[in-house]
């Protein structure tokens, strides 16, 4: 298939340019490389350098794309509560243009990168695609109102639209010949600011509220490893169908306090990673846990790194080799 990747290159978009050239589509990505990595693009595939709502001057009739796949976003949960405006463009009106040129170009089907925040705090645990949606941040928000444009774009217009709602993916891709791993400027995830520390380039991880009603007093996530959520891209292009939009929560189904992350980060690294509380942070859910079950039934998705091991262990293996340059 011809495909447009939107923000392929970042962290999550990177990893799936590069299973979808290994399994021989033709690839474009499109990233204005505002928070993306020139180093992470992939040389097979051809880089456009433009933002998402000038995605039209892409996707043109003429240029016969198959699909596109949407990654391209603001993620940092806390940063949409102090700036929601940046959120509000940059997530929701930009996406609504890349739909816009989809229909014009009439390309036939759109995978979308949305979010396990889209629940907020969820009425039942594991949380099923069919769960209340009650956003507790402008991120989650901004995700929520695309997923409902695709509802009715598909209906509308024939469109064949996945959403993936991703519960916190962690990690690094990690192969012979190459590493993806997560680098943010400024990082606001838990396990690189935990590594950060372990590394001694931080002093202490800030822990955001330790009065929460969860068996530590933390919040609870459900932590995915990047690969595994990458394949589950390829499997939803084919799964699309049109004029239907099909929704997939992507999690393992357990859940890690914070604190029990970090004292995985002290295992795998054999570090002290001091700890300092701090207030809560604004918009955080309590407590994120999947159930994948309709993306086992019907997209045959199976992770294979499902152990918060694995994914600090990838992690660490990327942060040593390509942050602090040791191998
Ligand atoms: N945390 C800290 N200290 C830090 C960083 C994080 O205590 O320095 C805590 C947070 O308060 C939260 C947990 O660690 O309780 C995880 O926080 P992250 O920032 O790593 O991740 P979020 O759960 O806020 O959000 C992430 C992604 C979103 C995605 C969401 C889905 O950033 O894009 O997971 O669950 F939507």
């Known amino acids: 298939m011809k495909l447009l990747v939107t923000g392929g290159a970042g962290f999550i978009g990177s990893v799936v340019t590069r299973m979808l050239l290994d399994n021989g589509h033709d690839v474009t990505v499109l990233d204005d490389l505002r928070t993306g990595h020139r180093a992470a693009l992939a040389p097979d595939a051809t880089h456009v350098e433009l933002p998402v709502h000038e995605a039209a001057r892409v996707l043109t009739p003429e240029a016969g794309f198959d699909g596109v796949l949407h990654f391209a976003a603001l993620i940092a949960a806390g940063e949409s509560m102090v700036k929601p405006e940046l959120y509000w463009h940059a997530n929701t009106v930009s996406s609504i243009a890349l739909i816009d040129a989809v229909r014009a170009a009439r390309v036939p089907r759109l995978v979308f990168s949305s979010t396990a925040a889209v629940y907020g705090n969820p009425t039942e645990l594991p949380i099923p ?9 402008t991120y989650g928000a901004t995700k929520l109102a695309v997923d409902m444009a695709l509802t009715s774009e598909a209906i509308a217009h024939d469109l064949a639209a996945v959403s993936l709602r991703y519960f916190n993916v962690a990690g690094a891709y990690l192969r012979d010949d190459l590493a993806l791993g997560e680098r943010h400027d400024p990082e606001t995830h838990l396990i690189p600011i935990a590594l950060d520390v372990a590394a001694g380039r931080r002093e202490k991880l800030q822990l955001f509220g330790d009065d929460y009603p969860t068996v530590d007093g933390t919040c609870v996530r459900d932590y995915i490893h990047v690969a595994d959520l990458a394949r589950a891209h390829l499997l939803a292009l084919s799964a699309a169908v049109p004029g239907r939009h099909r929704i997939y929560n992507l999690g393992n189904g357990s859940g890690f306090t914070v604190k029990q992350v970090v ?13 300092e509380v701090s207030p809560r942070r604004d918009g955080d859910p309590v407590e994120l846990v999947a159930s994948s079950a309709l993306a086992r039934d019907e997209l045959g998705w199976t992770p294979e790194k499902p152990t918060l091991h694995d994914m600090v262990g990838d992690a660490w293996a990327f942060y040593r080799a390509h942050v602090l340059g040791q191998r």
């Open 263 to 275: 004292d995985v980060v002290r295992e795998v690294t054999g570090h002290p990673v001091p700890v």
């Open 129 to 137: 695609e069919t769960a209340v949606k009650a956003p507790t941040n």
